[in-house]
T-cell receptor, first 116, second 113 residues
Framework: AQTVTQSQPEMSVQEAETVTLSCTYDTSESDYYLFWYKQPPSRQMILVIRQEAYKQQNATENRFSVNFQKAAKSFSLKISDSQLGDAAMYFCAYRSGGDSNYQLIWGAGTKLIIKP | NAGVTQTPKFQVLKTGQSMTLQCAQDMNHEYMSWYRQDPGMGLRLIHYSVGAGITDQGEVPNGYNVSRSTTEDFPLRLLSAAPSQTSVYFC????????????FGQGTRLTVV
């Protein structure tokens, strides 16, 4: 079974600085997709960025980028120029490319605190 | 743009009571699912549906029922609430496919006393 591990329960960063959130996963599959979701205090899950395992190029969305290391099964999220609105829980999630249930396997989350 | 709408946002139940969490989406998504979120854990899949009339069990289905009579609606029923079902429940919808974005409702915080 696939598992996702986020080893940092909480991280803090100064506003305008850069922070990296860690995520590792365990799988024997070669076809899969990885996601980072943000959960602000409003509770709603919001997609931040996604990565296809077959793509070597790291995904980027504005200030958010990933460092995808397939051999190491690592998928970290880098947030540049941190803003107060980035404060939230961040969840890493895995989805198999072959499962018909499209289940997302989630990590336990990292709470990101932005210091003004 | 309503997206995924869940009701209620908060609910307190007594042990043994039943209730239905409502979920509706207006994006014509075929795939819908229910997750629960517990402290210190990632979300876990309860039930899912790949289209109207089709439902299946996820990782933690015991104590829950679902039905999908229309594309838009996917209610989750708690048959006889137990304290172990105290959790935050999320409904999500997406187009089918492993790379598609899942859209989530705002969640229902359920407390069973």
């Amino acid at each position: 079974a696939q598992t996702v591990t986020q080893s940092q329960p909480e991280m803090s960063v100064q506003e305008a600085e850069t922070v990296t959130l860690s995520c590792t996963y365990d799988t024997s599959e070669s076809d899969y997709y990885l996601f980072w979701y943000k959960q602000p205090p409003s509770r709603q899950m919001i997609l931040v960025i996604r990565q296809e395992a077959y793509k070597q190029q790291n995904a980027t969305e504005n200030r958010f980028s990933v460092n995808f290391q397939k051999a190491a099964k690592s998928f970290s999220l880098k947030i540049s120029d941190s803003q107060l609105g980035d404060a939230a829980m961040y969840f890493c999630a895995y989805r198999s490319g072959g499962d018909s249930n499209y289940q997302l396997i989630w990590g336990a989350g990292t709470k990101l605190i932005i210091k003004p | 743009n309503a997206g995924v709408t869940q009701t209620p946002k908060f609910q307190v139940l007594k042990t043994g009571q039943s209730m239905t969490l409502q979920c509706a989406q207006d994006m014509n998504h075929e795939y819908m699912s229910w997750y629960r979120q517990d402290p210190g854990m990632g979300l876990r899949l309860i039930h899912y549906s790949v289209g109207a009339g089709i439902t299946d069990q996820g990782e933690v289905p015991n104590g829950y029922n679902v039905s999908r009579s229309t594309t838009e609606d996917f209610p989750l029923r708690l048959l006889s609430a137990a304290p172990s079902q105290t959790s935050v429940y999320f409904c999500a919808s997406s187009h089918p496919g492993p790379n598609t974005e899942a859209f989530f409702g705002q969640g229902t915080r359920l407390t069973v006393v």
